[in-house]
């Protein structure tokens, strides 16, 4: 995986790394000039994380996930749940992050260096499609869906 950096002041916050041995995911930094403030349901805001990626594999993607206790604990999440970047896709790694508290809540604020969300890699299965009239095989549940299984 190549790391192609756009903003400098990552070599002093830090390049993405795990935090653990048994960390899932790597920490990305809000690059941005000044503080911001994330006010409570309003549109979604995008964050540069000044970085880009070269997969190298199109066999993996990269997810960008909310971490879990900015979203817990301060109501910070992703405006679009999770981002997808594509393997062939090397431009910088945006972060749409969106102030899910109710409306009257404080702002949440965001300074430059801050890590604001996480980026996680898995492989990526290409299936081919074959058109049907009917399935070959279905499961025990067959069509049922949305709470069939009592749920």
Not at 47 to 65: E, K, M, Q, T
Not at 74 to 90: A, E, M
Request: proline content about 7%.
């Amino acid at each position: 995986m190549q790391i192609k950096v756009l903003d400098a002041r990552i070599f002093d916050w830090g390049l993405p790394q795990y935090q653990s041995a048994g960390a899932a995911g790597v920490d990305l930094f809000a690059c941005m000039d000044a503080p911001v403030q994330v006010l409570a349901q309003a549109p979604a805001i995008l964050i540069a994380s000044g970085i880009a990626l070269n997969f190298g594999d199109l066999a993996l993607a990269g997810l960008v996930l909310p971490r879990s206790g900015l979203g817990h604990k301060k109501g910070l999440v992703l405006g679009n749940s999770l981002g997808l970047i594509d393997p062939d896709y090397t431009g910088e790694v945006l972060i749409s992050l969106w102030n899910r508290n109710p409306p009257g809540s404080a702002p949440i604020d965001i300074r430059p260096g801050d890590r604001i969300a996480q980026l996680v890699f898995v492989p990526i299965l290409r299936p081919e499609f074959e058109v049907v009239r009917a399935f070959s095989q279905t499961g025990a549940r067959g069509a049922g869906g949305f709470g069939s299984t009592g749920g």
